[in-house]
């Protein structure tokens, strides 16, 4: 085994609570997890040696919301929009037809461009939804594509009904039958898009309880286009997280806080759709778990930029820097429950983002500006 100290780090952001950050800090490496952190100069030694030379050093973002299978793009609706057209989801269709035209290599490639820019810009740990095929065959081949390339994958056959479904209760009983048999093997979590002209209360509970008989982790996509059950839903089934959370009622942030359901916030989203920004701060004083995602898709949020949403979250959502970057590391680690990304702790993995500025405060401060320096994924330099 090889070890590695990170040195002369002018500010770490560990993500531990206790001690979140350290100046003129060092950390080191062995065998790919963090076992040391402290003062520069203080460490225990170490094999290699890496001078980060008054940089600020972060854990790798954890982008736990995106959909990057597959082909074609919105451009036109996205200028539709600009021009003062209404965000209704309705063109998630027309990536529906994209991408059943498309073969596993196109949508491979695609998936694979898309994961090396979030890597470039920080992003070590990635979830990865289907909801573009929609037909069995579609959404299982969508989902075996995405396992090559994160174990965070989720099932969204329920992200739209497709026109070609006989009915919307026929297309539930697919997405709960045939379908989920044949994606469930590729699959750690089963999702919904639970909002008016997608899948009502009813038909999102079925769902997530055919998912979870399956033995999927559930999370739901609530609250986007308007007030509604996704929620209250999202408490009731103890899902891990509700994603948007763009309009909320008082008693759906009670729910959340009550369950302990992470509130994924998506400001790409936002940003794309000139729609209303959701209320972190809102969402943080009720005792609610932030966690910020790109939401990476063709459509309403076509960004790879974890950097982007911090900068959107600090400006538009009402968080401080140090709660931005937190909801983006710390928080998109509990969005997928996972306790070894999104801290540099003794015993996390050890992926980590060196910065060209003194302190995280920049990617705030210098929106736009390409300040990852360098990307280490389990002690090893990826960018």
Request: hydrophobic share 45%; charged share 20%.
């Amino acid at each position: 085994m090889t070890s590695t100290v990170f040195d002369r780090i002018g500010l770490l952001y560990t993500g531990d609570p206790e001690r979140e950050e350290v100046a003129g800090a060092a950390l080191v490496v062995e065998d790919g997890r963090v076992v040391w952190t402290g003062r520069a100069g203080d460490d225990p030694g170490a094999d290699e040696r890496v001078d980060v030379g008054g940089r600020c050093v972060i854990p790798g973002f954890v982008d736990s919301h995106a959909h990057l299978v597959f082909a074609g793009d919105r451009t036109a609706e996205f200028t539709a929009r600009m021009s003062g057209e209404r965000y209704t989801a309705g063109g998630i269709r027309t990536t529906v037809e994209a991408t059943r035209a498309a073969t596993v290599p196109e949508l491979a490639a695609g998936t694979a461009a898309l994961v090396a820019e979030m890597l470039a810009q920080g992003t070590t740990t990635v979830e990865i939804k289907s909801g573009y095929g929609l037909t069995v065959e579609d959404e299982r081949r969508c989902l075996e594509i995405a396992r090559g390339f994160t174990d965070e994958t989720t099932y969204l056959g329920a992200h739209v009904v497709p026109p070609d479904a006989a009915s919307a209760d026929d297309y539930v009983r697919t997405v709960t039958g045939e379908m989920l048999t044949a994606c469930a093997p590729y699959a750690r979590w089963v999702d919904v898009f639970c909002e008016r002209g997608a899948f009502d209360a009813d038909q999102s509970r079925e769902i997530l309880t055919a998912g979870v008989k399956a033995g999927l982790l559930p999370r739901v996509h609530a609250g986007q286009l308007g007030e509604g059950p996704g929620a209250l839903l999202a408490a009731e089934l103890g899902a891990a997280s509700a994603d948007h959370c763009t309009h909320l009622t008082d008693a759906d942030v009670e729910a959340l806080a009550s369950a302990g359901v992470v509130a994924t916030l998506l400001p790409g989203a936002e940003f794309s759709t000139r729609s209303p920004y959701p209320d972190a701060r809102r969402l943080l004083e009720a005792g609610v778990t932030v966690a910020l995602a790109t939401d990476c898709n063709p459509g309403s949020s076509f960004t790879s930029s974890m950097p982007f949403c911090v900068a959107l979250a600090v400006r538009e959502m009402g968080l401080t820097p140090l709660e931005a970057v937190r909801a983006a590391t710390a928080g998109g680690a509990a969005a997928l429950r996972r306790t070894d990304v999104g801290a540099l702790t003794v015993g996390a993995r050890a992926d980590l983002v060196v910065l060209d500025a003194p302190s995280y405060v920049h990617l705030a401060y210098r929106p736009g500006v390409p300040l990852v320096l360098q990307v280490w994924k389990g002690g090893r330099r990826a960018v």
